[in-house]
């Protein structure tokens, strides 16, 4: 069993960065897709990244392309994403996922999230 915890999240002002991590524990992921979702209040969730085993293979949402990095350290078992240029519309939680291949049909393990707000 996998467990994912993300953590960085928090209030940004418009324009401003931050860095989220989603630390896995129970077993190495480094075989894994690793994705970042986000939820917004009365929205559904939507996917936002992800990364191969490798990191060889990237996918953004387009609307956070050239914003966002993932990048992940299958050292420390870890997924990172990167967000710069923060705007409103990136408030939300972000969860971060495992899946074992891509595209995924299913998503083995989910974190709990974290809050993301940002401040016009």
């Known amino acids: 069993q996998v467990q994912l915890v993300e953590s960085g999240g928090g209030l940004v002002q418009a324009g401003g960065s931050l860095r989220l991590s989603c630390a896995a524990s129970g077993r190495t992921v480094s075989n894994y897709f690793m994705c970042w979702f986000r939820q917004a209040p009365g929205k559904e969730r939507e996917f936002v990244a992800a990364i191969s085993g490798s990191g060889g293979s990237r996918y953004y949402l387009n609307s956070v392309k050239g914003r966002f990095t993932i990048s992940r350290d299958n050292a420390k078992n870890t997924v990172y994403l990167q967000m710069n240029s923060l705007k409103p519309e990136d408030t939300a939680v972000y969860y971060c996922?495992?899946?074992?291949?891509?595209?995924?049909?299913?998503?083995?393990?989910w974190g709990q999230g974290t809050q993301v707000t940002v401040s016009s």
């Open positions: 996922a495992a899946a074992r291949s891509w595209p995924a049909r299913l998503y083995d393990y």
